[in-house]
């Protein structure tokens, strides 16, 4: 069973910068992308950014600000996240995209205050 835990999140000021970090656990198929994707109150879940082997995909309301990123070991992605500003508070997650199944972690949550 793949399990997923995310960490980094917090309270942060606008203009401020965090770093959120997935790691999963469990046996992971060879081929796989990894992702995080955020949900604000009362909205969807979204897409922030994506890494599939190295070629990393971001929102447009992010590009520039955020960065992902894998570990050595593959098993861990990143998120750089820069310049943050007051709609960027959300519920992060952490999914895992194998060719049997996604999988996702808790979340973590992200407070920008203005």
């Known amino acids: 069973q793949v399990q997923l835990v995310e960490s980094g999140g917090g309270l942060v000021q606008a203009g401020g910068s965090l770093r959120l970090s997935c790691a999963a656990s469990?046996?992971?198929?060879?081929?796989?992308?990894m992702g995080w994707y955020r949900q604000a109150p009362g909205k969807q879940r979204e897409l922030v950014a994506t890494?599939?082997?190295?070629?990393?995909n971001y929102a447009d309301s992010v590009k520039g600000r955020f960065t992902i990123s894998r570990g050595a070991a593959r098993n861990t992605v990143y998120l750089q996240m820069n310049s943050l500003k007051p709609e960027d508070t959300a519920v992060y997650y952490c999914k895992l995209h194998t060719l049997a199944t996604d999988y996702w972690g808790k979340g973590t949550l992200v407070t920008v205050s203005s």
């Open positions: 469990g046996t992971i198929f060879r081929f796989n992308a």
């Open positions: 890494i599939i082997s190295d070629r990393e």
